[in-house]
């Protein structure tokens, strides 16, 4: 098993410039999450998904957007990056099961935003 | 609104046990307690996660108080491979619809 990988692992972007990041897993977990990173902080979650085709927004969703077409893909889309969106954005997942949140994560994404 | 209160810094000698304390006073009473572990730069690693009872696996001891207001992780012989930054987590879990919310954590320093 690869467990959870993410695509890009590297990217810097200009203001505006649109792009996806691409996570993976395969686990045939029912739950995955996208969480960003800032310097120094813990982890925010941008949104979630319970199931395919199903999403959810964590705590701070805006300036993302989510798709889940695919129960091992969940992808994470910035429309028009800003310099605030330069973190570390890492992906998650988990299997279905009460008390279980036992969460896979990813090795990251690393995002400048210029 | 923060859930867990954690010491924002510990050190432990290498070879020692290294006790990391959690306080959750309002927690409720169907709430899991997990840990989790962030190496520098790598993503969070699962560590062990309770109810009520204390527990234990081949990375950590798990210690609830009977009133559940707070936990302690022990890790029985920290090496330097231990130091990160260590999450203690309450929450129903995904499956009561409330995913997690990692806080700033204990950044754990084991020293030689």
């Known amino acids: 098993n690869a467990g959870v990988t993410q695509t890009p692992k590297f990217r810097v972007l200009k203001t505006g410039q649109s792009m996806t990041l691409l996570c993976a897993q395969d686990?045939?977990?029912?739950?995955m999450y996208w969480y960003r990173q800032d310097p120094g902080m813990g982890l925010r979650l941008i949104h979630y998904s319970v199931g395919e085709g199903t999403t959810a927004k964590g705590e701070v969703p805006d300036g993302y957007n989510v798709s889940r077409l695919k129960k091992q893909n969940f992808l994470l889309g910035l429309e028009s990056a800003a310099p605030s969106q330069t973190s570390v954005y890492f992906c998650?997942?988990?299997?279905?099961?009460?008390?279980?949140?036992?969460?896979?994560f990813g090795p990251g994404t690393r995002l400048t935003v210029l | 609104d923060a859930k867990t209160t954690q010491p924002t810094s510990m050190d432990c000698a290498e070879g020692r046990a290294a006790n990391l304390p959690c306080n959750h006073s309002?927690?409720?009473?169907?709430?899991?307690v997990y840990w989790y572990r962030q190496i520098h730069s790598q993503g969070p690693q699962y560590i062990i996660h309770g109810l009520k009872n204390n527990e234990t696996n081949e990375m950590a001891s798990l210690i609830i108080t009977e009133d559940r207001k707070s936990s302690t992780l022990i890790l029985p012989h920290a090496t330097l491979r231990d130091t990160a930054v260590y999450y203690c987590i309450v929450s129903l879990g995904i499956s009561g619809n409330t995913p997690l919310v990692f806080g700033k954590g204990t950044r754990l320093s084991v020293i030689a």
């Open positions: 309002t927690i409720s009473g169907n709430e899991y």
């Open positions: 998650a997942s988990t299997e279905l099961g009460r008390g279980t949140d036992t969460q896979y």
């Open positions: 686990m045939n977990h029912e739950y």
